[in-house]
C-alpha cells in the first residue's frame, strides 16, 4: 500500500526558512523503502530557486508542475508550495524527463518511454505524467504518443502545469529540483496499487444557444467555424465583443460533438493574426461545436459533490486531484473558494493535494477494454491511491 503525507510553505519563507519547514516535517514522518515526492508551487518557487534548494536536500526524487493555487488537507493558498510524499514496502516509484520537445516529439516521448517505462521488470500501474503547456503544440500531441508507445494499457493520471501569466511564460514542469519549459516529466508507480478515479466536466444545462461546424482545423488550432474564422465567429454571435479580446473567455467552454460519438472540451488560450484561435488541446476539422458557459456557485457545487465521494471511497487513503484553472478564472470575488470547499469538504479523512492544471489528463476505458489517457478541460479530476 502508498502511505502518503502532505505538506506546504508559503511565500513568506526565505529558501533556507522553506528547507527546514520541510526538512522538519519529513524527519518527523516515517518513510518505508520506497519513497518519492510530488512538488507543486507557484511559479515564484522556481524562480527564485526555493524548489531546486527544498530538492536538493530531499533524501529521495521528486516530481511536479508550477500551478496558480493549490491546497492540502491543511490550508488553501494562492502563492506557496506543496510537498507530498509518496511511500511503501510494496510499491516502487520510478522518474524520468524526456528531451526537449524542440527536438522532435516522436523522438522526446520515445525516449522518456525507454528510459522510464519499458526498463522497469514489470509493468507499471500507473503513471502520473507532468505534460508541457504549450501554446502551439497542444498536451495531447503527447499524450497521444505515450499511448501508442505504451498501447493502450497502462492508466494515466495526471497534469500540465499552468502560470497567471497571460502568455503562459512560466507553466513549469519538475524533475528532481529542475525545472522545464518544453519537456514532460513521468512518475511510474508498480507493484501492489490499485489506483481508482474520479473525474466531472460541464453540465449539459450550461449550454448557450450557440452552434456550428468545425470546417478547418490543425492540430490544437481551431481556424474556422462555418467557413467563418473562429475568432470572428464568436465575435458575430456576441460570444466576444471584439479581436484580441479572447482572455475575457474566462468562462466559455468549446464543446465538439465528433461523428464518432467522442466529445471534446477545450478552452481558448490565444488569437493569431488570421482570426485562428489556439486551444487547449487538438480538435480535428471535423464535427459540430457548441458552448458552454459556468459560473461560480457551479464550480464549488459540483467540487464539493466530487470530494466527498472521493472522501468516502478513499477510506482515509491518499489521493492527488487536479482541477481545471478555468475553474479558479471564475472565482474573481474568492479566488481560494473552490480549493477551499474542497478541503472543508475532506477534511481530515484523507491526506490529499490539489492543485490547478493547465489541464487534466484522465484515463478512459474504451470499448475495446483498452486504456486511454485523453486530455480534458474544464474538469476536476482525483485519483486515489
Same mark, same amino acid.
Given at each position: 500500500?502508498?502511505?502518503?503525507?502532505?505538506?506546504?510553505?508559503?511565500?513568506?519563507?526565505?529558501?533556507?526558512?522553506?528547507?527546514?519547514?520541510?526538512?522538519?516535517?519529513?524527519?518527523?514522518?516515517?518513510?518505508?523503502?520506497?519513497?518519492?515526492?510530488?512538488?507543486?508551487?507557484?511559479?515564484?518557487?522556481?524562480?527564485?530557486?526555493?524548489?531546486?534548494?527544498?530538492?536538493?536536500? /530531499?533524501?529521495?526524487?521528486?516530481?511536479?508542475?508550477?500551478?496558480?493555487?493549490?491546497?492540502?488537507?491543511?490550508?488553501?493558498?494562492?502563492?506557496?508550495? *506543496?510537498?507530498?510524499?509518496?511511500?511503501?514496502?510494496?510499491?516502487?516509484?520510478?522518474?524520468?524527463?524526456?528531451?526537449?520537445?524542440?527536438?522532435?516529439?516522436?523522438?522526446?516521448?520515445? !525516449?522518456?518511454?525507454?528510459?522510464?517505462?519499458?526498463?522497469?521488470?514489470? @509493468?507499471?500501474?500507473?503513471?502520473?505524467?507532468?505534460? =508541457?503547456?504549450?501554446?502551439? *503544440?497542444?498536451?495531447?500531441?503527447?499524450?497521444?504518443?505515450?499511448?501508442?508507445?505504451?498501447?493502450?494499457?497502462?492508466?494515466?493520471?495526471?497534469? /500540465?502545469?499552468?502560470?497567471?501569466?497571460?502568455? +503562459?511564460? @512560466?507553466?513549469?514542469?519538475?524533475? %528532481?529540483?529542475?525545472?522545464?519549459?518544453? #519537456?514532460?516529466? /513521468?512518475?511510474?508507480?508498480?507493484?501492489?496499487?490499485?489506483?481508482?478515479?474520479? *473525474?466531472?466536466?460541464?453540465?449539459?444545462?450550461?449550454?448557450?444557444?450557440?452552434?456550428?461546424?468545425? !470546417?478547418?482545423?490543425?492540430?490544437?488550432?481551431?481556424?474556422?467555424?462555418?467557413?467563418? =474564422?473562429?475568432?470572428?465567429?464568436?465575435?458575430?454571435?456576441?460570444?466576444?465583443?471584439?479581436?484580441?479580446?479572447?482572455? *475575457?473567455?474566462?468562462?466559455?467552454?468549446?464543446?465538439?460533438?465528433?461523428?464518432?460519438?467522442?466529445?471534446?472540451?477545450?478552452?481558448?488560450?490565444?488569437?493569431?493574426?488570421?482570426?485562428?484561435?489556439?486551444?487547449?488541446?487538438?480538435?480535428?476539422?471535423?464535427?459540430?461545436?457548441?458552448?458552454?458557459?459556468?459560473?461560480?456557485?457551479?464550480?464549488?457545487?459540483?467540487? @464539493?459533490?466530487?470530494?466527498?465521494?472521493?472522501?468516502?471511497?478513499?477510506?482515509?487513503?491518499?489521493?492527488?486531484?487536479?482541477?481545471?484553472?478555468?475553474?479558479?478564472?471564475?472565482?474573481?470575488? %474568492?479566488?481560494?473558494?473552490?480549493?477551499?470547499?474542497?478541503?472543508?469538504?475532506?477534511?481530515? @479523512?484523507?491526506?490529499? #493535494?490539489?492543485? +490547478?492544471?493547465?489541464?487534466?489528463?484522465?484515463?478512459?476505458?474504451?470499448?475495446?477494454?483498452?486504456?486511454?489517457?485523453?486530455?480534458?478541460? #474544464?474538469?476536476?479530476?482525483?485519483?486515489?491511491?
Amino acid at each position: 500500500m502508498i502511505h502518503v503525507y502532505t505538506t506546504y510553505v508559503n511565500d513568506t519563507l526565505s529558501p533556507a526558512e522553506a528547507i527546514d519547514e520541510i526538512n522538519y516535517f519529513v524527519r518527523a514522518q516515517p518513510l518505508y523503502a520506497n519513497t518519492v515526492g510530488i512538488i507543486h508551487c507557484h511559479a515564484d518557487f522556481v524562480d527564485d530557486e526555493h524548489v531546486q534548494a527544498i530538492c536538493d536536500v /530531499l533524501p529521495f526524487e521528486t516530481v511536479g508542475c508550477s500551478t496558480t493555487s493549490l491546497a492540502n488537507d491543511e490550508v488553501s493558498l494562492q502563492y506557496g508550495l *506543496t510537498l507530498t510524499i509518496l511511500t511503501s514496502d510494496d510499491v516502487q516509484f520510478h522518474t524520468g524527463v524526456s528531451p526537449s520537445s524542440a527536438e522532435g516529439l516522436d523522438f522526446a516521448m520515445g !525516449t522518456l518511454h525507454n528510459n522510464v517505462i519499458a526498463s522497469l521488470p514489470e @509493468r507499471p500501474k500507473l503513471i502520473i505524467p507532468f505534460i =508541457p503547456f504549450l501554446v502551439t *503544440t497542444g498536451g495531447d500531441e503527447f499524450i497521444s504518443r505515450l499511448n501508442a508507445l505504451t498501447d493502450y494499457s497502462i492508466p494515466f493520471f495526471g497534469t /500540465l502545469p499552468i502560470s497567471a501569466e497571460t502568455d +503562459y511564460s @512560466r507553466c513549469y514542469t519538475i524533475h %528532481n529540483g529542475r525545472a522545464y519549459i518544453d #519537456s514532460a516529466v /513521468l512518475l511510474a508507480v508498480s507493484g501492489n496499487v490499485t489506483p481508482r478515479f474520479i *473525474t466531472t466536466v460541464v453540465a449539459s444545462e450550461e449550454y448557450l444557444e450557440v452552434n456550428g461546424a468545425v !470546417t478547418a482545423a490543425e492540430k490544437n488550432l481551431l481556424i474556422s467555424i462555418d467557413n467563418i =474564422p473562429a475568432e470572428d465567429f464568436l465575435v458575430n454571435n456576441g460570444l466576444v465583443f471584439a479581436r484580441g479580446m479572447l482572455s *475575457t473567455l474566462s468562462n466559455l467552454e468549446l464543446i465538439i460533438d465528433l461523428p464518432t460519438g467522442e466529445r471534446l472540451i477545450r478552452n481558448c488560450i490565444a488569437g493569431n493574426d488570421s482570426g485562428g484561435i489556439y486551444l487547449t488541446g487538438h480538435i480535428p476539422a471535423l464535427g459540430s461545436i457548441h458552448f458552454a458557459k459556468i459560473n461560480a456557485e457551479f464550480v464549488v457545487r459540483t467540487s @464539493r459533490e466530487i470530494a466527498e465521494a472521493a472522501a468516502n471511497a478513499a477510506n482515509g487513503g491518499g489521493m492527488l486531484m487536479y482541477s481545471c484553472t478555468a475553474r479558479n478564472w471564475i472565482l474573481t470575488e %474568492n479566488p481560494l473558494e473552490e480549493l477551499d470547499a474542497i478541503r472543508t469538504t475532506v477534511g481530515a @479523512r484523507s491526506p490529499f #493535494s490539489c492543485s +490547478y492544471s493547465g489541464g487534466e489528463i484522465y484515463p478512459q476505458q474504451l470499448p475495446n477494454g483498452n486504456i486511454a489517457a485523453t486530455l480534458q478541460n #474544464s474538469s476536476f479530476i482525483i485519483c486515489l491511491l
